[in-house]
């Protein structure tokens, strides 16, 4: 399916936009922890060699103060997900992810539109399931697995988008 763009002259510089999608039901988990105590440190990667984003975590550990990072994959080549359960802020988190050079723009938008993370927990259609793939240590900080998380289902699209869209035209 091809990206089409559908250009409509509203009045009063309104803005429409959508698409359409095949999508799949996923479960995920959201970095938010509860009552307001931060969150956890969740960054989805993609078209990097593991050894480069090892290398990129470790910088991350000592810039930011980050305990223990793993990081995980499926079948998909070049793509990976870091898990750190050290709490940050959300100027903070998004700050973190925002540094990451490998950081898949998508996630980015829908972190900072929702207000936290999430990290999908379950498997894709057509991938092998997660495998950690490296855990980054740092002897100078250990942070404790959570033993309470926010667990939710989510949607996510499945290949190519038809997006519809409308350009927002300058009055004059």
Not at 3 to 16: A, D, G, M, V
Not at 58 to 66: F, G, S, V, Y
Not at 75 to 92: A, D, I, L, M, Q
Not at 156 to 171: F, H, K, S
Request: proline share 2%; aromatic share 12%; net charge positive.
């Amino acid at each position: 399916m091809r990206n089409l763009y559908i250009r409509f002259q509203l009045p009063h510089n309104l803005l429409f936009f959508g698409s359409i999608a095949r999508f799949e039901k996923l479960r995920g988990m959201n970095s938010n922890i509860g009552g307001g105590l931060g969150h956890f440190v969740f960054i989805d990667c993609d078209e990097v060699e593991l050894n480069a984003l090892v290398r990129w975590v470790r910088e991350a550990q000592t810039k930011w103060d980050l305990g223990q990072v793993y990081i995980t994959a499926d079948s998909k080549t070049f793509s990976y997900r870091v898990w750190c359960f050290t709490t940050v802020s959300f100027r903070e988190l998004m700050r973190i992810i925002c540094d990451c050079p490998y950081v898949d723009v998508d996630f980015i938008r829908w972190t900072a539109r929702k207000g936290h993370a999430t990290m999908r927990l379950s498997t894709k259609a057509d991938r092998d399931d997660q495998q950690i793939v490296a855990t980054v240590y740092n002897g100078l900080r250990k942070d404790k697995l959570p033993y309470q998380v926010e667990v939710v289902d989510y949607e996510t699209p499945r290949g190519q988008a038809l997006r519809l869209g409308y350009e927002v035209m300058a009055d004059g």
